[in-house]
């Protein structure tokens, strides 16, 4: 499960700068507006600038152009990342909607099926039997379908299948978070559901690559739905992290193996 953090190795900006930039060309509509969300952006109220960024005077077409220009920009396929590619993961689901990742694989000549934020896409997804690629927030190659704001936060409570993957992704599978702070809302929400529903009885052990120890409701939560949090080093770009995540992996039929705590731990040692 790919958070921002992987798109900030390809040099798409996070959330506070890409506001940011977006601000800039909302300025071209209404200053008031750019300014306020720049405001919004530096008590990191980031959903709120969003919003604000919806609501400003922009046609759909300079809105869209905007988005296309701050996210959809050529990104630079690093070794890390075209390593990541590689690797035997069973899927790849991301909150993400630029291309670095999906443009890594193609470049590594990884076969993947992908899909989109559509709920039958979501819904394909949940029984596919092949390796997938699955953008959860939309595509930055259709910018109208992309999650950014607080009222596109809402309009994913009332999409069913989006909530069913996700708690069907944990309830039946491991798990490897990377790059992502749970800081999202709705997903956050989305856990604590999980959390009161299954009663704290997860059936696999999922794992979430931090670079900071969560605090304490957040600890809570990840150990009541059995995701261990594992510290690492954020020096270097976050090398001790890529580093176990694109280890080099040896010849032979993929193993069906999940990665044991055992693993992830001696290698972060």
């Not at 005077?57 to 296309?68: C, G, M, Q, V, W």
């Not at 956050?188 to 304490?216: C, G, I, Q, Y």
Request: charged share 20%; hydrophobic share 40%.
């Amino acid at each position: 499960f790919l958070g921002a953090g992987a798109s900030v190795e390809a040099g798409i900006k996070p959330w506070g700068p890409a506001l940011e930039d977006l601000a800039k060309f909302a300025d071209a509509a209404s200053p008031s507006y750019a300014e306020v969300m720049r405001a919004e952006v530096t008590e990191r109220r980031y959903l709120h600038a969003a919003e604000l960024f919806y609501m400003s005077p922009l046609t759909p077409e300079d809105r869209a152009k905007a988005l296309t220009s701050v996210f959809g920009q050529p990104t630079n396929l690093t070794a890390r990342l075209r390593a990541l590619s590689r690797q035997r993961y069973r899927a790849v689901v991301t909150t993400n909607f630029d291309t670095s990742f999906i443009n890594a694989a193609t470049k590594e000549s990884v076969d993947l099926l992908q899909f989109g934020e559509a709920q039958d896409d979501i819904a394909s997804a949940r029984v596919c039997q092949s390796r997938f690629f699955l953008r959860l927030h939309g595509r930055i190659e259709v910018p109208s379908s992309i999650v950014l704001s607080r009222s596109h936060y809402e309009k994913l409570k009332t999409l069913d299948s989006y909530a069913f993957f996700v708690q069907s992704l944990l309830s039946n599978t491991s798990v490897l978070f990377f790059g992502f702070s749970f800081e999202d809302p709705f997903l956050v929400a989305l856990l604590t559901n999980l959390r009161d529903a299954s009663r704290s009885r997860m059936r696999n052990k999922s794992f979430a690559l931090l670079s900071d120890k969560p605090e304490h409701t957040l600890g809570q939560l990840l150990s009541e739905l059995n995701i261990i949090p594992l510290i690492y080093s954020s020096e270097n770009g976050h090398e001790e992290a890529w580093a176990l995540l694109t280890k080099p992996i040896l010849d032979g039929p993929p193993s069906s193996d999940h990665y044991s705590e055992n693993r992830i731990r001696h290698t972060l040692a």
